[in-house]
C-alpha cells in the first residue's frame, strides 16, 4: 500500500533517499500544523512587512508602455523587496518554520546567489547556522552575492561536481542534508525537489499574485490580461501566477532560458527542450539525453541554469492553462539594457526574461489590454557579467 | 529463477558493488569474473548516472569517469548477457530512477530478466513511490530491493513486510564511502526486520575493513561493499582485476568467519 503525495498532475511526488523520508513527512506535518495557525501567520505577516518591505509596488511603467505602442505594462518590484529578490518571501517563511520545528541549522543552495542571500539574512535575523551550496562556475559569475553570504554569517561551499552549477548545488545539498538531519533544515529555494516542498515554497510565493490582484484592482478595477514571469524552477513564476489560476481570461505565461538557443546544446529551456524524468526527488519535465542522464544546460542566468521545472509548472504546461517560452541570452540582455534605459530600472538578468517575451508581446495587443511582468528581482549582481558579455571588463 | 535467495543460503552473504564501464566494460567484465572466483556471493553492478545524489565522492568519481567512457545502458545489458555464459551468482543493478524511467520501465525491467539480472536497487526510490516500478518487477522475476536506512524509525516493519529478494540496511547518515566507525545502533533495526520478513538482509555504507564486513554480518546476513572496491579500480585502472580478487577475498574470508 503506497500513497504517492504531493501530485501535479502526474508530475511531483517524492523521490528521495530512504534516509530523508522521515525528515520530509515531520517538516509536512509541521507546516500542516502552522501554516493556518494564527500565531504563526502573524509572525510571518510581521517579517514580510517590517522586515522584507512588504507588500512590493505594482508601478505602471508609462514610457515603455508608450514606447512598445501596445498593451499597459505594470512592473511587480519584487526587486524592491529587502536583499534584493522575491527569494525572501520563501526564506521567512522556512526559516520560521525550521525555528518553530526546533531546528538550529538551515542549509540551502544557490544558483545566482539571491536564494543565498536570503537564506543567510534568515539565519543572522533567527540565530541561525547557516550553510550555503553553490555551483564553483556561479561563485564566479556571482562573486557579489557569495561575499554577501560571508558577510551574513554563512559558509559558503563551491560545489565543484558536475557542471558545477545550480543542479549540482542542490545535490551537494541534498547529501549534506541526508548527512545531518537532527539539527539541519533543508531551505530549498524553488518549487521543486520532493513533496512538500514544492507546495510550501508555492505557498510562501503566492503572496506575490495576492498582492498583484489586490493591486490590480484597486488602479484598474479589473484583472490583468496577462501575467509574465521567468522560470528556472519556478518559484517567482508559481508565485505570480497562483492566484490567477482559477481567473481563466488571464493569461498566464513563464519564461524559459533558452541559453544560445532552443536549436543549440547551450539551453536550459526544460519544457521546449526536455522531457519527462525523475530527478531531485520529483518526477516532472528535465533536460536530458536518451539515457536519462541530465543535461549540462546553460543560460546567462545563474538562477535560470538549470535543467529541470517544478512540478505544478509541468502540469501547467500538461493542462495547457500557462504557456512557457524560451528567451535567449541576447534577448535576455537587451531587454536589461532597455529596462534600464527607459524606466530606469535594473532588473536582475532572470526577469530580464520575462521583460524581453513583454517587449514582444505588449505591441501586438491593444492598449486596452494590461500586462503585468513580475521583475523578481535587481540586477546590481549581474553588471559585471553584462558588461563582459558586450566585451567590456569592470572591476567591481 | 531468482537467484538472490542462493547468496544467503546456509552462509553469511559477501556483496560486491562495481560501477559499469570504470574505466571501461572489458574491465568490469575481469573485475566481475574476479570477484565471483573469489567468493562474492552477489554483485551488485552500477548503471552510471550523471548526477548521483546518494552516492559520496568515490562512486561519484567512478560514474564520471564511465560516463565520459562512452557507457550506455544498452552496453551494460550486453555486458550481463556476456557475464551470464559463465557467471552464476546473483547480479543485481543498482542505479537511479530516471535511468530505468527513461529507458522504459516496462522495457528496462523486461530485458534485465532477459539478461539475467536478478534484482534492481533503486536509492531514490522510497516506500511510498515504489509503486513506480514494483507492479513490473514483480511481472518479471526481478526483485526491487528495499533499502533501511538508521532515519527509518516507525517504518522497518511497513518497508520489511513488502520487501523482495534481500533488505539493503544503510548504516550510517549521509552519502556511500568508507567511514572509520559505525555508530548506528543495527541490532535493533535488524530485529524489527526478522519480526517482518523471512526476507534476507545485508548492511552497506561505510564498510572497507574485514573486521567491519565481519561486524555486519554477525548482525545482519551479510556485508556490502562499494567504494572500497570502486577505490581499488580508480588506483589500478585496466589493471584492477587481481588486485580486487585480493580485496574480495579477504572480506569474504571474514565474512566467513563469523
Known sequence: ?396 | MNRIKNAFENKKAFIAFITCGDPDLETTAKVVREAAKNGADLIELGIPFSDPTAEGPVIQGANLRALSGGVKTDMIFDLVKELRTDVTIPMVFMTYANVVFSYGAEKFIGKCSEVGIDGIILPDLPFEEKDEFAPICKKYDVSLISLIAPTSAGRIAMIAKEAEGFIYIVSSLGVTGMRSEIKTDLDSIVKVVRENTKVPCAIGFGISRPEQAANAARVSDGAIVGSAIVKIIEQYGRDAAPHVGEYVKSMKDAVASV
Open chain 1, 1 to 396: 500500500m503506497t500513497n504517492p503525495k504531493g501530485r501535479f498532475g502526474i508530475h511531483g511526488g517524492q523521490y528521495i533517499p530512504e534516509t530523508l523520508m522521515n525528515a520530509v513527512i515531520e517538516l509536512e506535518e509541521a507546516y500542516e500544523k502552522y501554516k493556518n495557525d494564527p500565531e504563526f501567520n502573524k509572525e510571518l505577516t510581521a517579517l514580510l512587512n517590517d522586515y522584507a518591505g512588504r507588500p512590493s509596488r505594482l508601478y505602471y511603467a508609462e514610457k515603455m508602455t508608450r514606447d512598445l505602442g501596445g498593451a499597459k505594462i505594470y512592473l511587480k518590484r519584487e526587486d524592491l523587496n529587502h536583499t534584493g529578490a522575491h527569494k525572501i518571501n520563501n526564506v521567512l517563511g522556512q526559516a520560521l518554520l525550521a525555528k518553530k520545528m526546533g531546528k538550529t541549522r538551515l542549509i540551502a543552495e544557490t544558483g545566482a546567489g539571491q536564494h543565498g542571500v536570503a537564506t543567510a539574512t534568515a539565519a543572522a535575523l533567527m540565530g541561525m547556522e547557516c550553510v550555503v551550496f553553490m555551483g564553483e562556475e556561479d561563485t564566479i559569475r556571482q562573486a557579489l552575492n557569495v561575499y554577501r553570504m560571508k558577510l551574513l554569517g554563512a559558509t559558503v561551499v563551491p560545489v565543484k561536481t558536475g557542471t558545477a552549477t545550480l543542479k549540482d548545488a542542490v545535490s551537494e545539498a541534498m547529501r549534506e542534508w541526508t548527512s545531518r538531519i537532527d539539527d539541519t533544515h533543508y531551505c530549498l529555494g524553488s518549487v521543486m525537489g520532493p513533496h512538500p516542498f514544492p507546495t510550501i515554497v508555492r505557498d510562501f510565493q503566492a503572496v506575490i499574485s495576492h498582492e498583484i490582484k489586490m493591486q490590480m484592482l484597486e488602479k484598474e478595477g479589473r484583472l490583468p490580461d496577462a501575467v509574465i514571469a521567468c522560470v528556472g524552477g519556478g518559484s517567482n513564476a508559481i508565485g505570480s501566477f497562483y492566484h490567477f489560476i482559477e481567473d481563466k481570461n488571464v493569461r498566464l505565461i513563464g519564461c524559459e532560458a533558452a541559453g544560445r538557443g532552443i536549436d543549440t546544446f547551450e539551453t536550459a529551456a526544460t519544457i521546449a527542450t526536455g522531457k519527462l524524468g525523475i530527478f531531485h526527488g520529483m518526477k516532472s519535465y528535465f533536460c536530458q539525453d536518451s539515457d536519462g542522464q541530465i543535461a549540462p544546460v546553460y543560460s546567462i542566468s545563474a538562477g535560470l541554469d538549470y535543467p529541470g521545472v517544478g512540478p505544478e509548472h509541468a502540469n501547467l504546461h500538461d493542462t495547457g492553462r500557462a504557456e512557457y517560452v524560451p528567451v535567449t541570452d541576447e534577448e535576455a540582455v537587451e531587454a536589461f539594457e532597455y529596462l534600464a534605459k527607459t524606466e530606469g530600472i535594473i532588473a536582475a538578468i532572470e526577469s530580464s526574461h520575462a521583460v524581453a517575451h513583454a517587449i514582444k508581446l505588449a505591441p501586438t495587443l491593444s492598449p486596452e489590454k494590461i500586462i503585468v511582468i513580475t521583475i523578481s528581482g535587481r540586477g546590481d549582481k549581474d553588471c559585471a557579467a553584462i558588461a563582459r558579455y558586450r566585451g567590456e571588463n569592470i572591476s567591481e
